[in-house]
């Protein structure tokens, strides 16, 4: 009886936080750098991967709320570059983790049109991870609601390199010109190419920092840091975050 009171209150503060948010004024593009899995399971003198493992079913949550509020992308930084430096067991872990999420998940990402994409270099994953990810790709291509966009295996000085070099390649062949090389030219490239920039960037557990993510797509972007551990990040917080940006003033280098 007590939980089910629990969960009533908790959906009596859902609604009020969200009906203190402007619907006209949420960020269209979300990023979030999900930090915090390992202490979370460090406190609980648990393995990282349970801390890992506790925060996908955080993202279900906020991939849900996300749909509801009409953010048009959610951008999920899910496994860097760096990350591959990490103890391989870990690193086995985490690349099963897209496997598990999506295989779950899917019917539900389907059914609430949510359009699955990646942002990273999927040639250096495992079989395993890559055909799930093509398979949620594939099977949410016709779908036209939230963009629910991973960043695995991405880091971003690697995507601008790539990105110069495939510039250069149009130019020596005779496809483009020096001059007209401008930044929508650079940002077509970029693996972000057709998306929104984020208008508000999250990150968890208290770190304040890039951590080579998005370096050029984040430049005018809203910054929101929590101390709250990714594992411990409800919709409450989601909605806070969002609660803040509106209270901004972006003026985008202007007065």
Not at 136 to 163: C, K, P, Q, W
Not at 224 to 231: A, H, I, M, R, S
């Amino acid at each position: 009886m007590l939980k089910k009171w629990t969960n009533r209150k908790e959906e009596e503060n859902n609604t009020s936080e969200e009906a203190s948010l402007d619907p006209q004024n949420i960020p269209e593009h979300v990023a979030i750098i999900m930090d915090g899995n390992g202490r979370w399971a460090k406190k609980r003198g648990l393995p990282r991967v349970a801390g890992h493992r506790e925060g996908m079913n955080v993202i279900k949550k906020i991939v849900k709320t996300s749909n509801k509020l009409g953010v048009k992308t959610l951008t999920l930084y899910a496994f860097s570059t760096e990350n591959w430096k990490r103890p391989k067991p870990e690193v086995d872990f985490l690349m099963r983790l897209p496997e598990r999420f999506l295989k779950a998940e899917l019917p539900q990402l389907i059914e609430e049109n949510v359009q699955v994409r990646i942002t990273g270099s999927k040639e250096a994953l495992p079989g395993h991870t890559r055909d799930a990810v093509n398979k949620a790709i594939e099977d949410t291509s016709g779908n036209d609601g939230l963009i629910l966009n991973f960043a695995l295996n991405y880091g971003s000085r690697h995507e601008m390199v790539e990105a110069m070099k495939d510039v250069y390649k149009e130019i020596e062949r005779g496809r483009l010109a020096i001059e007209d090389v401008t930044e929508d030219i650079i940002g077509s490239h970029l693996m972000t190419g057709g998306l929104k920039d984020p208008d508000l960037l999250i990150r968890t557990s208290g770190e304040i920092r890039l951590s080579n993510f998005m370096l050029w797509q984040l430049a005018y972007s809203e910054f929101w840091f929590t101390e709250v551990l990714w594992p411990d990040f409800t919709e409450k917080h989601f909605k806070e975050a969002i609660a803040v940006y509106q209270k901004r003033t972006r003026r985008f280098g202007g007065v």
